[in-house]
């Protein structure tokens, strides 16, 4: 089985710049994380979908951060205008609660460099 | 949320059994203890999960004492391959509903 897709999986950029980082969760579950990591603050989760829905969205950095879901199989994490700051490796993360243990399954990350 | 603390770093030699130490002092009674690790430029992967005395599976076991305030990963003969950062998660055993924090995680390295 596929697992978890990110694209991309590099992106240089300059600062004001759009940047949009997609996600395709494993088929069939109903969970869908965007996680953000650097040096500095580790591993934060950013937000959270269920079924589509965002749930938890109190990660997201600022107004400049937004997060879709319009169906199962996509979601895109947006940041508009981007920041140096905002460089960072960006995971993407499924689950399903038909999971005995709740285990997260992670994309390989988006390795994001604004300039 | 239940907050850990794990050491920053650790050190072992190949062939060794490795023990990463975690302490959860605030643990709730429905929190599951679930441990992750992470290679350099990839996600996090799934290790172990327990709730309460230990778990073993083909990766690893987790030791948790009867009070559950702190578990421990034990890594048996380690190899180069295990040279990552390993995280412990506290959270409840509907990990949709939960935040799940990661920390600081625990860098170990595996010296030949």
């Known amino acids: 089985d596929a697992g978890v897709i990110q694209s991309p999986r590099h992106e240089v950029t300059e600062m004001g710049q759009e940047v949009t980082l997609r996600c395709k969760p494993i088929?069939?579950?109903?969970?869908l994380f965007w996680y953000r990591q650097t040096m500095m603050r580790g591993l934060e989760l950013l937000i959270y979908f269920n079924n589509n829905v965002p749930i938890d969205d109190s990660g997201m950095p600022e107004d400049r951060f937004s997060a879709k879901m319009p169906n199962a199989s996509f979601s895109t994490l947006k940041i508009q205008p981007s920041e140096p700051r905002d460089s960072a490796v960006y995971f993407c993360a499924s689950s399903t609660t038909n999971s005995n243990t709740g285990e997260l399954f992670f994309g390989e990350g988006s390795r994001l460099t604004v300039l | 949320l239940a907050k850990t603390t794990q050491p920053i770093s650790m050190d072992s030699y190949e062939g060794q059994e490795v023990n990463i130490t975690c302490s959860h002092n605030?643990?709730?009674?429905?929190?599951?203890i679930t441990w992750y690790q992470q290679f350099p430029s990839q996600g996090p992967r799934f290790i172990i999960q327990?709730?309460?005395t230990k778990v073993t599976n083909e990766v690893a076991s987790l030791f948790i004492p009867a009070d559950r305030k702190s578990s421990t990963l034990s890594l048996p003969r380690v190899s180069l391959s295990d040279t990552a950062v390993y995280y412990c998660l506290v959270g409840g055993d509907n990990f949709g509903n939960e935040k799940l924090t990661f920390g600081t995680g625990t860098r170990l390295t595996i010296i030949p």
């Open positions: 605030n643990i709730a009674t429905n929190d599951y």
């Open positions: 088929s069939g579950h109903d969970y």
């Open positions: 327990g709730y309460k």
